[in-house]
């Protein structure tokens, strides 16, 4: 189940919010928890006790986490580093066992015999989220979660349950303390969503189709200028598809009386690449900077062997690692690496960038534009050939599909609105908007925006196929 499916939107949403309000405030809890748990079972039941028997792992690891705090001894050590191996073990066999035992047989020559365990959307971010909790145990920045049912409902909560935003679990905590339910949120919420969902329906997915099917040609069967428009067109369905969920996620969080962290901040807009990944999947970026990237730094520290280039290029490696169980992923996540490793290490010898802004703009935009490309590829030879292609590189095959036959009027205009939507029109026209704010046409015209969005997404997600959010993959 998908958030911009008809299932979820006209069947699970209402149910889920109006139970919300109806139930007594000391059960809503409990109500969140058999909601999320029966939006993750949608994908099987199977699935949801191997989820189950995951999180109450974790919840018993973490309350002895908390006896073993005032402890001298090395169990303390122990048992943490038991169950942070435990939970990567965890995510490595049930989303990369494939990938390892493809490199073994091509490294050996033998085939090894094929595991079958099943696919668990979201693996990624709820065991991401649990070693950030069994971290902030260990080192005492929160307290072990006591009540089973609190410990449940943070990594079961349906809105960030499969693609995140990555939620640490003492902001988590401290929300459902005083959770409460009004209006105000509701309608915010309301918005929220409706702005995700319009990103995701009439954006993401429209060009989702025309990037499908320049990338199912083989790589060589594009030309040049087709080529870069598949690179361009899945730049913006990427972020309009991955931003889209988030909305949608903090949007359905609002109205059940949670705010959960903001992922992107305008990434297209970025200097360099330091910058993109600061304003690019926020909550995943930071996580790796305080659970890899800053205990590489004391670690090397303390060992007197410190690089921070080093470091840096180790968490980009991990971050493509994440991202999927293949060659092209490790590519895109190196790819980036290198270019912020070589910002470290000039930022260390004190050189400042002399080229005007675009130009930076423009080199930080083709250095993103490329990763892309190793990133939507079926493989890192794919990928290197289709890159071929765009810089002249490999001369393509003539197949007779020139650029006009997948850049049409409505794509054309599709694009145009994502690149206006990438661009903080209320940072650039202050004044604009502060007049509109003070105006009495203010709340029609915000009314009247809001009604044509959902209207249009509305009539996108009926007549348009199921189409699943980039994201769940990971």
Request: with cysteine.
């Amino acid at each position: 189940m998908v958030f911009s499916s008809q299932i979820f939107l006209f069947v699970f949403l209402p149910l889920c919010i109006l139970g919300a309000y109806l139930v007594r405030p000391d059960f809503r809890k409990y109500f969140l928890i058999l909601a999320s748990l029966a939006f993750f079972a949608w994908t099987g039941k199977k699935l949801l006790a191997i989820f189950l028997v995951f999180v109450f792992v974790n919840y018993a690891m973490g309350l002895l986490q908390g006896r073993l705090r005032e402890s001298k001894g090395p169990g303390k050590k122990i048992a943490n580093w038991f169950v942070i191996l435990s939970n990567v073990a965890f995510l490595l066999a049930f989303k990369y066992l494939p990938f390892f035992t493809s490199v073994w047989s091509t490294i050996t020559g033998a085939e090894l015999q094929k595991i079958g365990l099943p696919v668990l959307l979201g693996v990624s971010f709820f065991v991401f989220s649990a070693i950030s909790y069994q971290y902030d145990v260990y080192y005492s920045k929160i307290a072990p979660q006591k009540n089973v049912a609190d410990f449940l409902l943070y990594m079961s909560f349906f809105p960030k349950l499969l693609q995140g935003p990555i939620t640490r679990a003492g902001d988590f905590s401290a929300q459902l303390a005083k959770n409460t339910l009004d209006l105000d949120s509701l309608s915010k919420g309301v918005y929220r969503f409706t702005v995700g969902l319009a990103k995701k329906v009439i954006i993401a997915d429209q060009l989702g189709a025309m990037v499908n099917q320049i990338f199912a040609n083989p790589a060589n069967a594009n030309g040049v200028s087709v080529a870069w428009l598949g690179a361009f067109g899945y730049a913006m369905q990427i972020f309009f598809d991955f931003s889209g969920y988030t909305d949608m996620a903090i949007g359905l969080g609002q109205m059940l009386g949670f705010d959960l962290p903001e992922n992107f901040n305008f990434p297209y807009l970025a200097l360099n690449i330091s910058d993109f990944w600061r304003r690019w999947h926020i909550t995943l970026s930071t996580w790796f900077r305080d659970y890899v990237f800053y205990p590489l730094e004391f670690k090397r520290r303390k060992q007197k062997v410190f690089r921070t280039e080093s470091n840096t290029l180790i968490v980009f490696f991990l971050t493509g690692f994440w991202h999927g169980a293949g060659w092209q992923f490790i590519a895109w996540g190196l790819w980036h690496g290198l270019f912020s490793s070589l910002e470290v290490f000039l930022r260390a010898k004190k050189v400042k960038a002399k080229a005007p802004a675009i130009i930076r703009y423009l080199v930080t935009m083709l250095i993103v534009l490329v990763g892309w490309v190793l990133f939507r590829s079926p493989g890192l030879r794919y990928g290197l050939q289709y890159l071929g292609v765009m810089f002249g590189l490999v001369k393509p095959v003539e197949t007779g599909l020139t650029l006009t036959w997948y850049l049409n009027g409505k794509i054309a205009f599709i694009l145009a609105l994502a690149v206006l939507a990438c661009i903080p029109w209320k940072q650039l026209l202050p004044k604009l908007f502060e007049k509109l704010t003070v105006s009495k046409l203010n709340d029609p015209i915000r009314l009247v925006a809001f009604l044509i969005l959902l209207g249009f997404s509305i009539m996108m997600v009926m007549s348009s196929t199921y189409s699943s959010f980039i994201y769940f993959k990971f």
